[in-house]
């Protein structure tokens, strides 16, 4: 009786000590794939970030252009009107 009692106590504390290792290593596995999901959270921002400013970028070329184009248009209207065009 005495070799039983032990005997399941060994296996109680054996299966005790494989379910608290299962434990950690799952609060192991968490902590990696949070850390994990904030890191592509990061470089998803990153990225946003980076397509933000060259749409801006772009956006004010566009503004440039569109604003050289009409001060030349006006001054080629202006020559007409004035009749010192080449034309």
């Known amino acids: 009786m005495k070799i039983t009692t032990t005997l399941a106590v060994a296996v109680g504390l054996a299966a005790l000590a494989a379910c608290n290792q299962g434990a950690n290593e799952q609060k192991a ?37 569109n604003e050289g184009e009409q001060k030349a248009d006006a001054v080629r209207n202006s020559a007409d009107a004035d009749g010192n065009s080449t034309n």
């Open 29 to 65: 596995d968490n902590i990696e794939a949070n850390a994990e999901n904030q890191a592509d959270t990061i470089e998803a921002n990153a990225e946003n970030v980076t397509d933000n400013m060259q749409a801006n970028a772009e956006n004010q070329a566009d503004q440039v252009r």
